[in-house]
C-alpha cells in the first residue's frame, strides 16, 4: 500500500480511545523515528501536519520527516480502517497508523524518484 492507502477490511466498528502509534518501515537502528497520533486529533478529523518525534528511551532522532494526515485519513481511522503515509526522504519510511491495535509493518513506500517529498513541512508527500 502507499500513501493514503487504506486496508478494505475495516469492519466500521472501531473507535479511537487512545493514541496511535505508527509502524515506521526502515526504521534507523539506535535512533528510531516516532510518529503518535493523539486521539483527541483523531476524533477532531481536521488535517494536521505531524514531525516525527524522538521515541522515549531510545538516542534522538538525527532527522525528522514531516508526514500530513487528512480529515479523510482520519475518518477512516475511525471507522477501523489502516492508514499507510510516506516519506521519502534522505530514508524512506512508510508510516502504518491502525486504531485499538497494532498496525502491520510498513513496506517501502513507492517515491518514484521524489526525494525531497516529507522533507518539511512545505514539501509533503501526496
Do not use: E
Not at 492507502?5 to 502509534?21: F, H, P
Not at 481511522?77 to 521519502?88: I, M
Not at 524512506?92 to 517515491?111: I, K, S
Amino acid at each position: 500500500m502507499d500513501a493514503g492507502a487504506t486496508d478494505a477490511s475495516s469492519d466500521g466498528t472501531a473507535s479511537c480511545t487512545a493514541q496511535v502509534a505508527a509502524s515506521i518501515s526502515q526504521n534507523h537502528v539506535g535512533a528510531l523515528h516516532g510518529l503518535f497520533i493523539p486521539a483527541a486529533d483523531i476524533m477532531a478529523g481536521v488535517t494536521k501536519i505531524y514531525a516525527t518525534s524522538n521515541v522515549p528511551g531510545m538516542p534522538p532522532q538525527t532527522h525528522m520527516h514531516y508526514v500530513q494526515v487528512t480529515a479523510q485519513d482520519f475518518a477512516m481511522l475511525k471507522a477501523g480502517s489502516t492508514v499507510t503515509k510516506k516519506s521519502c526522504n534522505t530514508t524512506t519510511h512508510q508510516y502504518v497508523l491502525q486504531c485499538n491495535a497494532t498496525p502491520p509493518a510498513g513496506g517501502a513506500p513507492a517515491c518514484n524518484g521524489d526525494t525531497t517529498c516529507g522533507s518539511s513541512m512545505t514539501s509533503l508527500c501526496p
